[in-house]
């Protein structure tokens, strides 16, 4: 990693852990837990998407599919510390299949979407059809529409009757996502990483380099079903339910949206942009003066036709022009490295 | 017996209508978005709450006093068609080839309309009951507004495939899509032509939304059920307008009315996503990628 990232990293983390210890005096965490959950949910598809150029659809199923695991997991278990790892695990293990599938196969763009789209409906109806008796995982009933209530929400590893709740499970949250991001960066900045960009850049020159391109967009996009794994995990631990409304068309579109809204192209973009319009959204639910669908969908094409880039690589324009400014007049192609920079946040 | 074997070809009538039926819903509820697609390369996620906005034109239409038939075959398409064309003219414009940028944009534009029309009607559902009586074939009961949708689908199709071959319009049309700077050359102006194509598309896919209405009880969040559907018909027909929607419309419809009558509806419709994902694995182009190649 090169001591310019290492040091944007650290900053950003430093901003981000005093941003946590802060905010829980302004918003109350059970809200705010939820935003960090849909954080890491939309850096999951900001990696995969922003860095690997992979459009998906359906980050929903990987969503969906982590809080299920780590639900059935749960009743079945009884201890939180195996379901937690399932919940991460199944939906890395799904994702892989479903890319390695799709990549093999050479798919790519509107094809792409349009299979991870089918993928994730199959599920909401598969998982909507299945309120039975019948649909039993073990001891858990899957029950339809209804969902799955009731099962062992997180616990400190070894005793189950300690639970990780309220504020406690908050900070558990906040530094997941640190963690997760601190992570990200560094895959992003090992030659793994690099060469995703590569592929995203050219995905021919790559593959004329003799790299092998399909497994690479596997291995990308089934992490990237981790992540999002992940946080439907946290997700079910929080909402104490899990539902087909996890798998929804509307869900993964949210996703998509909080991504070109916050900033392709970039990490903390995502992230930002989901617990500002997943705030927005809370606020706007509480009155009753505007459908809060009539302002997401106006923000977003808002946003498209004239933030085209995202609200944080356009600041971090902004913050590098005003800086350049400032300073003595520069020539450009430090103006192009600083956006560039930019772009690494 | 005699009786049983009645039944029997009784039963093979329904089947076929049923079959045919879910078929041309398919084609139905797609052509806009072919059209559109297909000629434009854009893909309009906002397409379903076209064929709700269509729905709730033709109820109003027919609260108001007009004929049931006036209203789906022209208050309908006239009222998306002109909304079509505010939305191309204010948004799509500017995002002619970002294929990306088009798809999140009318991705906002389908929440937008949504949450006007709860605005405006209310998050209660609306109907009409359907004009056309059902008439038993043996012991079966057939419902007569399927076949005119079967008919209206039919007559659809046609008039897409005479405009676009036989008339100048038709021809200047697909001209400009093959080579816009080509048709601009000569004296057409790409702009009025893609402008009057999106027209054409939105007032299709109001038609569609306005002969559906009868058919099912409108909330504003109606539109969202077909997205889907007429989304992976039209990518899995690939280029071809016409060839790419009657083709894959037909397999879809086979499958899901094969699964729907030899299990139960949810498999039906479950094996029409599974159908769609195998077969764009197969033919990642769509139908007409590999067959019908250079047809309309």
């Known amino acids: 990693m090169a001591g310019s990232q290492v040091r944007q990293t650290a900053i950003v983390l430093v901003i981000a852990v005093i941003a946590m210890l802060v905010a829980p005096s302004l918003i109350d965490t059970y809200t705010l837990t939820v935003l960090i959950i849909y954080g890491m949910l939309a850096l999951s598809l900001g990696l995969i998407w922003g860095f690997g150029g992979i459009l998906c659809f359906g980050q929903a199923a990987f969503f969906g599919l982590g809080a299920y695991a780590y639900a059935i997991a749960a009743i079945n278990i009884g201890e939180s510390t195996v379901p937690f790892l399932v919940g991460i695990a199944v939906p890395f293990a799904f994702a892989f299949v479903l890319g390695a599938m799709m990549f093999y196969g050479r798919l790519s763009d509107v094809y792409l979407g349009v299979i991870t789209l089918v993928v994730t409906l199959i599920l909401f109806k598969f998982i909507n059809s299945t309120a039975g008796p019948e649909y039993v995982i073990g001891k858990a009933r899957l029950g339809g529409f209804n969902g799955i209530p009731g099962f062992q929400t997180l616990n400190v590893p070894g005793d189950p009757s300690w639970y990780i709740y309220d504020r406690s499970f908050y900070y558990f949250c906040a530094i997941a996502l640190l963690v997760v991001y601190a992570l990200v960066r560094w895959l992003l900045a090992s030659p793994f990483g690099r060469i995703a960009v590569a592929i995203r850049e050219n995905e021919q020159r790559v593959e004329l380099m003799g790299y092998d391109v399909r497994f690479r967009k596997t291995v990308l996009f089934a992490i990237g079903g981790a992540i999002a794994g992940l946080a439907g995990t946290l997700f079910a631990s929080w909402a104490e339910i899990v539902t087909p409304g996890m798998f929804s068309l509307s869900q993964s579109a949210e996703i998509i949206v909080w991504c070109i809204v916050g900033g392709l192209g970039t990490l903390t973009g995502p992230i930002i942009g989901a617990m500002i319009l997943a705030y927005l959204k809370f606020l706007l639910g509480q009155q009753t003066l505007f459908d809060s669908t009539l302002l997401l969908g106006l923000i977003l094409v808002l946003s498209v036709l004239f933030l085209p880039r995202g609200v944080v690589p356009t600041l971090a324009l902004l913050y590098s022009r005003i800086g350049q400014g400032r300073r003595r007049p520069s020539t450009r192609a430090t103006a192009r490295r600083r956006m560039r920079a930019s772009a690494d946040v | ?296």
């Open chain 2, 1 to 296: 017996m005699p009786g049983n074997q009645g039944q029997n070809v009784d039963l093979a009538i329904v089947v076929a209508i049923q079959v045919i039926y879910s078929i041309a819903l398919l084609v139905l509820i797609s052509a806009g978005l072919a059209i559109v697609f297909g000629m434009m390369r854009v893909i309009n996620l906002a397409h379903g709450e076209f064929m709700m906005v269509g729905g709730y034109a033709t109820i109003v239409a027919v609260n108001a006093g007009v004929n049931i038939y006036i209203a789906m075959l022209i208050v309908a398409p006239l009222a998306v068609g002109i909304l079509g064309l505010l939305i191309e003219r204010l948004v799509i414009r500017f995002l002619y080839g970002r294929l990306v940028d088009t798809m999140l944009a009318t991705w906002g534009l389908s929440l937008l309309l949504i949450g006007l029309v709860t605005l405006i009607f209310g998050n209660t559902t609306t109907g009409i009951s359907p004009p056309i009586e059902g008439f038993p074939i043996g012991a079966y009961q057939v419902n007569g507004y399927n076949l005119f949708v079967i008919v209206i689908t039919i007559v659809m199709v046609l008039a897409i495939w005479a405009v676009l071959s036989g008339t100048r319009w038709g021809l200047i049309a697909r001209g400009t899509m093959q080579r816009s700077d080509m048709a601009s050359a000569l004296g057409y102006s790409p702009d009025r032509v893609y402008m009057i194509t999106f027209f054409a598309g939105s007032a299709l896919t109001g038609l569609a939304g306005g002969v559906l209405a009868p058919l099912v009880g409108l909330v504003p969040t109606s539109g969202t059920q077909f997205i889907a559907k007429a989304f992976i018909t039209v990518i899995s027909g690939g280029a071809s307008v016409i060839a790419g929607l009657l083709s894959s419309a037909t397999l879809f419809g086979l499958v899901s009315q094969l699964f729907t009558f030899s299990i139960n509806p949810m498999v039906g419709e479950i094996a029409l996503l599974v159908a769609a994902v195998i077969l764009l694995r197969l033919l990642p182009q769509g139908i007409t990628g590999r067959f019908f190649r250079g047809s309309m």
